[in-house]
């Protein structure tokens, strides 16, 4: 020992007068390297670089590693954040005792690893991988394994996680990873925010500023983070690896070698974000926060957030109700909820109270909630029911659809979020009263079975005595009804006789969809036919290119709008079963939502919910209605349907390309929140896949990006330059088809760019708004944004969660947009008018059917 001692001396030593020579991924024991010779190691794959930087030109140097071949100066991991180099040259060495450590230009330590776990041979060297992992091989050999690594950047991370990286805490090793932001876009030294895994109960990951929590992922329910339940993708795998007192951590891994991405910390924005790499940028493929049911206990103890359409989004749990009912309606619920009905509290009383569930919820915050692995669910109820401070409980893993072990809350319930799809169940302990009243709640709105079977026993009876009569009577009527159906009440084709016939089965076109809409009421010709009172005239809303729109009202009151597919539309079984297959398992509060369909010889109907204020276009393009919409109404609707589309683009299922999205397709619910609707031409894409290429183009002229309605190439850029359009309409109540500036031959995107220029975007405001209530910094922002979905090159567009970003935060940095794509030339006619081909150099292209 004592000779391999004295061998890494004179080799440690040497290495100031032997620094590294050749660009390299391994650095060994007798070389260095410095600043004065601008040295780095690169890893084997050219995919990372080491060395020294300077972010503020000089005055600091620190030593960090970042992305080699990438034009983005990117820097994932710095080494001395806390202590950079003010006297150069620095130089990075491997000292006698196996750790890195920094040198100034006085010969002075800056800077040192932590101790090696392992004994570090003579042979010891330093490895930059193309994980981007800087490991110290104990014997040199240069193997990421754990018997060789005796030290890893890995274990340290700074505000980025890389593929294959952990965060969490290893209490074997004594190791706790978290990452923490920058704190400024020059300053790697440690921030205020950081995301961290906190420990106790369920394991759970926080955002904190400083002390003050922002938002968590929810608790691991042993199958996901019950905070972001659509944290699933084609190209990322997640995983939790939770071992009580040994090592509880969350890491990721991409499926392609080619797709480089990084979760990395804000200060400024206080968010997570996830990125990758896209055409040459890092585009921001998710964040968290994101929306204002994901800030931590925003509804306060005993309260839960609903973002899926309500129109206050903190609700009291069943048995509860506002603390503050003044704080309450004006929508501040951080106060929370209290008990209508206080518990009786164990022991012999212990009868006098039980359990409510409630479904599809975020578990409450598990960090002071304790676990018991061994308990089923019913010993769970049963030790709730003996514990005075109990509140609840919930299964403690769900992986592959079996409950196994329990968690019960002793503590208030906090940070609980409704989700529309199946996340948890959680039992609410309440008084016995409380379940009974909602119970007989319950029973009110959905039948019993002994209810349900008399009521079919006694209508089978009557069937059953009146179909021998039926049968004589439609005998007799049979001819007449042939005469009636020949001079029935006609609006042209689209109007039909009245049918009673049974629902279909599905043709051999269909069935291969029914997997994918199992849970979609078929509903009867017959139901239809009664709701929109035979199709009438007066019942008729609207019509599209899938056909005309009718009003109606269902047997038990619920208001639908049934879109029927005409016989002239351009669109067939083929687009129908594309927009059930596409919209029937999509939930969110800015699409539409379908409720069934109808598929009966060629009848083709889908029903959705009704918008009592139709489409945004008869609000925006109407002389008189235009003024109802005030500037914080119109930037409501503008962010609504950016979340929308984000949601099909990023976090749904399917990454969804709706292809024709303009005003005529977004709805307005009774509270004017805006819903995106119409996927009859919507396209599904796989993980992997970025663009598609089309010989029929379809859409709305005006509406269509360039490379789209030129070459037929599509992608989500090709939808973000559609949600451009429509902000800068939004804005000025013009069309971007109809507006035309005839003196200086502009369209609206052109006249936009112009006014962009000049310094007077302030001027594109609708008039009737006159100055009234409008956030000028916010409508400067929007037309900022809306320029930059619009540009030529589609790779120069923001994805959807950066134009959300960009939008929601005030703090948020918009880059300067260039210049417009070119728009399809001067036309003043409705969205409905059809499109001829189109030619480019006079080379016919494509064939295009726009609407």
């Not at 968010?271 to 040459?280: A, I």
């Not at 915050?365 to 609840?392: F, K």
């Not at 409008?774 to 120069?796: D, F, K, M």
């Not at 994805?799 to 929601?808: G, Q, T």
């Amino acid at each position: 020992m004592r000779a391999c001692a004295l061998h890494l001396v004179l080799l440690a030593t040497a290495a100031a007068f032997f620094p590294l020579s050749t660009s390299t991924d391994t650095l060994g024991p007798s070389e260095s390297i410095t600043t004065g010779n601008n040295q780095t190691l690169v890893s084997a794959g050219g995919v990372f670089q080491l060395g020294f930087f300077s972010p503020d030109g000089g005055a600091r140097t620190y030593l960090g590693i970042w992305y080699y071949n990438i034009t983005l100066h990117t820097v994932v991991w710095v080494a001395n954040r806390q202590s950079p180099v003010r006297s150069t040259p620095a130089v990075l060495r491997l000292s006698v005792d196996g750790r890195l450590v920094i040198l100034d230009g006085q010969n002075g330590t800056v800077w040192s690893s932590a101790a090696p776990t392992v004994n570090v041979t003579a042979g010891g060297t330093l490895r930059l991988l193309d994980s981007g992992n800087f490991i110290l091989s104990a014997d040199g050999s240069g193997s990421d394994s754990d018997q060789s690594v005796a030290w890893q950047s890995f274990d340290y991370p700074t505000d980025t996680l890389l593929p294959g990286m952990k965060l969490g805490v290893d209490v074997k090793a004594g190791i706790t990873r978290n990452i923490t932001a920058w704190r400024g876009a020059s300053d790697p030294a440690p921030g205020d925010v950081t995301f961290k895994l906190v420990t106790g109960g369920l394991p759970q990951f926080f955002l904190l500023r400083g002390d003050t929590r922002l938002y968590t992922s929810g608790p691991w329910n042993g199958e996901i983070l019950t905070g972001v339940p659509y944290l699933k993708s084609n190209d990322f795998t997640f995983k939790v690896v939770y071992v009580p007192g040994d090592e509880t951590y969350y890491s990721y891994s991409i499926g392609g070698d080619a797709l480089l991405s990084r979760l990395v910390v804000d200060e400024a924005a206080g968010q997570v974000q996830r990125f990758v790499l896209l055409n040459g940028g890092w585009s921001n493929f998710w964040y968290y926060p994101n929306d204002p049911c994901d800030s931590y206990a925003k509804c306060g103890p005993f309260g839960y957030c609903d973002n899926t359409g309500q129109s206050q989004a903190c609700v009291c749990l069943p048995g509860f109700q506002p603390r503050s009912p003044q704080q309450w309606n004006l929508r501040d619920g951080k106060a929370g909820c209290v008990r209508t009905t206080s518990l009786s509290c164990g022991g012999a009383n212990a009868s006098s109270d039980g359990f409510w569930v409630v479904k599809r919820m975020k578990l409450p915050e598990a960090t002071n909630a304790t676990v018991y692995p061994g308990m089923t669910l019913d010993q769970c109820r049963q030790a709730c029911l003996g514990n005075c401070s109990c509140r609840a409980y919930a299964a403690a893993n769900v992986s592959g659809g079996v409950s196994r072990g329990c968690v019960i809350w002793a503590v208030d319930l906090l940070d609980m979020r409704l989700f529309p799809t199946d996340v948890e169940d959680v039992y609410i302990r309440l008084a016995q009263s409380e379940i009974d009243a909602l119970n007989a709640a319950a029973k009110h709105r959905v039948p019993s079975k002994r209810v349900v079977v008399a009521v079919v026993t006694t209508v089978a009876g009557v069937l059953l005595l009146l179909s021998v009569v039926c049968c004589c009577v439609w005998r007799k009527r049979r001819k007449r009804q042939c005469a009636t159906d020949s001079s029935a009440p006609s609006g042209g084709d689209d109007v039909l006789p009245f049918r009673t016939r049974k629902q279909q089965a599905l043709d051999e076109n269909w069935k291969g969809a029914e997997k994918d809409v199992d849970d979609l009421p078929l509903f009867d010709l017959a139901v239809i036919l009664a709701a929109t009172d035979s199709f009438s005239a007066s019942n008729k809303i609207g019509e599209g290119g899938f056909g005309p729109v009718y009003m109606g009202k269902l047997e038990d009151g619920q208001e639908v709008a049934v879109k029927r597919l005409s016989r002239r539309s351009m669109q067939g079984a083929v687009e129908f079963k594309n927009e059930v297959k596409l919209i029937a398992k999509l939930q969110h509060r800015n699409l539409v939502r379908l409720l069934g369909c109808c598929v009966d010889e060629e009848e083709r109907m889908l029903l959705y919910e009704y918008m009592h204020n139709q489409s945004l276009d008869t609000f925006i393009f109407d002389e008189g209605k235009r003024s109802l919409l005030r500037w914080q109404k119109r930037f409501d609707i503008i962010l609504g349907i950016a979340r929308g589309l984000q949601y099909l683009h990023e976090d749904s299922r399917f990454r969804i390309i709706h292809r024709d999205l303009k005003a005529s397709n977004v709805l307005l619910d009774r509270n004017m929140v805006p819903k995106i609707s119409d996927f009859g031409i919507a396209r599904m894409f796989g993980g992997d896949q970025t663009t598609a290429y089309t010989l029929k183009v379809i859409g709305t002229y005006g509406y269509m990006s360039p490379e789209y309605a030129m070459d037929g190439v599509f992608s989500m850029k090709s939808d973000i330059y559609s949600f451009g359009v429509l902000v800068l309409e939004i804005i000025t109540g013009k069309r971007n088809r109809g507006f035309y500036e005839e003196d200086l031959d502009l369209n609206l995107l052109r006249y936009a760019w112009m006014m962009w220029k000049e310094g007077r975007s302030v001027e594109l405001v609708d008039k009737v708004m006159d100055g009234s209530g409008v956030n000028y910094s916010e409508v400067l922002r929007c037309i900022q944004v809306a320029l930059l979905c619009v540009e030529v090159q589609p790779r120069n567009r923001p994805l959807m969660s950066s134009v959300v970003m960009m939008l929601a935060s005030e703090n948020a940095t918009v880059p300067e947009p260039n210049e417009p794509g070119v728009n399809i030339g001067k036309n003043t006619s409705e969205d409905t008018d059809s499109s001829h081909g189109l030619t480019a150099n006079s080379v016919t292209i494509t064939a295009i059917d726009a609407r």
